[in-house]
């Protein structure tokens, strides 16, 4: 367990979600990147993401770190990826939802490569009282790299 609590499904701020803070300089100037960190994503990653309509756009630059043995990004970084976008998709920058994984699925339907841009998309295809159904995509450009999608239990959180 961290010292900090780590959930990055917490009440609103007003306009974004607690945690969130926005780049201001560098190639990730505009995106929002989760504070406090996650020791683990950080490690992974980082993971940034950003409003994109009425949906959030997830990103993620990966590096030689992040390869397999064959030299294409390891499919752990991947699912470690479509974990934060997971939940990224399920709150999106508005709503509050506290939770964990349940289930995710994955399916593996092209390589991706070190210093290229990945990117995730996804919806809520259902959001009930204490779970939320999401599924997505991560790309490289325009070619789908990883199809997932998930279960988030909802946590009831205490006033």
């Known amino acids: ?13 007003p306009s974004l979600r607690p945690g969130l803070a926005q ?3 560098g190639p990730w100037a505009g995106w929002y990147r989760w504070e406090p960190v996650d020791h683990f994503e950080e490690h992974a990653g980082p993971f940034f993401c950003r409003p994109d309509g009425d949906g959030i756009e997830c990103a993620f630059m990966p590096e030689a770190k992040n390869r397999n ?7 752990g970084a991947l699912m470690t990826f479509a974990d934060y976008a997971l939940f990224m998709i399920a709150g999106g920058m508005d709503t509050a939802v506290h939770g ?15 210093g290229k841009l990945l990117t995730a998309r996804g919806e809520v295809v259902r959001a009930g009282g204490s779970l939320v159904f999401v599924r997505g995509m991560i790309a490289e450009g325009e070619r789908n790299v990883l199809a997932f999608s998930g279960t988030i239990k909802r946590f009831r959180t205490k006033s």
């Open 23 to 25: 780049m201001t300089a």
């Open 1 to 13: 367990m961290s010292e900090h609590p780590h959930d990055k499904l917490q009440p609103d701020l």
């Open 69 to 75: 043995g064959g030299g294409n990004i390891h499919g």
């Open 100 to 114: 964990v994984t349940v289930t995710m699925n994955c399916e593996f339907v092209g390589a991706a490569e070190p």
